[in-house]
């Protein structure tokens, strides 16, 4: 089968459920924000400053990926830098193609200069909001929702759970953790998932990308969560083609997989892109959707992750449209409203392509 060329991906319709904000800044962007706040930066040049950030994520570490975030988090502190980067997220993604994304932040982590969480939330909202209304201006119309993420080795999670609570119905379609796995079990923040739970709200928690199965275990059958963020690591259930209990169980209750393939190579959940276990998962028909994670630090994009999976694995336009519409089913928005999108957007779209 031909590989699918970038560009003709980037025409294609495509849904995006784990993309951080503060990780996909334009390099451009935080060179200006940076001098506005008085932010040092180890690059000045928006060039040299984008292959900074890859290279120093590039690392094969999770903890020495998540350092370079210091940088972004810093130009991220006033309602003016906030509003910018969500409206530019939705600029760029639209531009990309994607017409469904799901994007999260730590509101926790915007507060060094005085703003309050609601703030935080209100500003990123606006700057979605016009984002997305340029974007439709233009022809490319997107849609998008936010996860709050509260960061699992802090201790504010009930807090931004009952913020994304009070912002259900503007915008906030779930939650999340994230950070630093080892050591940081998701049960530490129980007593939030069971508040989510009681309020019959959405919530995804970063499990199975720098530790295993038992991260993967509590997320599930501790905390209940709908999705896993990563979930790669479930792959160590899966011997010579069997699946052990744990790996039948994600299975078989259709438990999507938030994977990031470029990700995933720099902090070293996965070997290269051709050994990616998406490829296994794939054919093991897990419910297996493809992200972005942290489109700066990882110099990518939904439509140059596809691209890179079809090289690596000779995959065409039904299986990109299988990865579409699985996201699209996993996505937390009402039930209609996702039907709308697969039924109304993407299966005409690659009905198109497939032929």
């Known amino acids: 089968m031909a590989v699918i060329s970038h560009a003709d991906i980037v025409q ?32 000045t040049d928006p060039a040299r400053l984008g292959e900074w950030f890859v290279a120093a994520a590039d690392s094969g570490s999770l903890e020495r990926y998540l350092e370079t975030f210091a940088h972004t988090v810093a130009v991220m502190q006033t309602e003016e830098g906030l509003h910018r980067v969500a409206k530019e997220c939705a600029l760029d993604l639209a531009a990309d193609g994607v017409v469904y994304a799901e994007i999260r932040y730590a509101p926790e982590q915007h507060l060094e200069r005085g703003l309050t969480l609601d703030a935080v939330v209100d500003a990123v909202h606006a700057g979605f909001q016009e984002g997305c209304a340029e974007a439709a201006a233009a022809g490319h119309r997107i849609r998008v929702g936010t996860l709050l993420t509260a960061m699992r080795h802090a201790a504010r ?46 919530f995804t928690i970063h499990a199975g990308e720098a530790f295993g199965l038992p991260s993967i275990w509590q997320a599930i059958q501790w905390c209940g969560a709908d999705r896993l963020g990563h979930g790669v690591r ?5 011997t010579g083609g069997k699946l052990g209990r744990l790996a039948s169980y994600v299975r078989d209750k259709r438990i999507p997989l938030e994977l990031c393939p470029s990700s995933n190579v720099q902090t070293g959940a996965a070997e290269s892109i051709a050994t990616h276990p998406i490829k296994l998962l794939h054919d093991l028909r897990f419910r297996v959707t493809v992200n972005t994670d942290n489109r700066l630090m990882s110099g990518t994009s939904m439509s140059r992750e596809m691209a890179l999976l079809s090289e690596a694995f000779g995959w065409g336009w039904s299986e990109l449209q299988w990865l579409t519409i699985n996201a ?7 039930y209609d409203e996702r039907l709308a999108l697969i039924n109304d957007v993407i299966k005409p779209a690659y009905g198109k392509l497939v032929q």
């Open 328 to 334: 699209m089913k996993s996505a937390f928005i009402p």
């Open 234 to 238: 479930i792959v160590d259930d899966v």
């Open 12 to 43: 294609a319709p495509k849904a995006l459920l784990h993309d951080h904000l503060d990780g996909g800044l334009r390099p451009a962007t935080i060179v200006e924000l940076a001098e506005a706040v008085g932010h040092e930066l180890p690059e």
């Open 157 to 202: 999670s009930q807090e931004i759970a009952e913020l994304a609570v009070r912002y259900r119905d503007t915008g906030v379609v779930g939650f999340d953790i994230a950070g630093a796995e080892a050591g940081f079990p998701p049960t530490r923040h129980l007593d939030a998932f069971e508040y989510l739970q009681r309020e019959n709200f959405h």
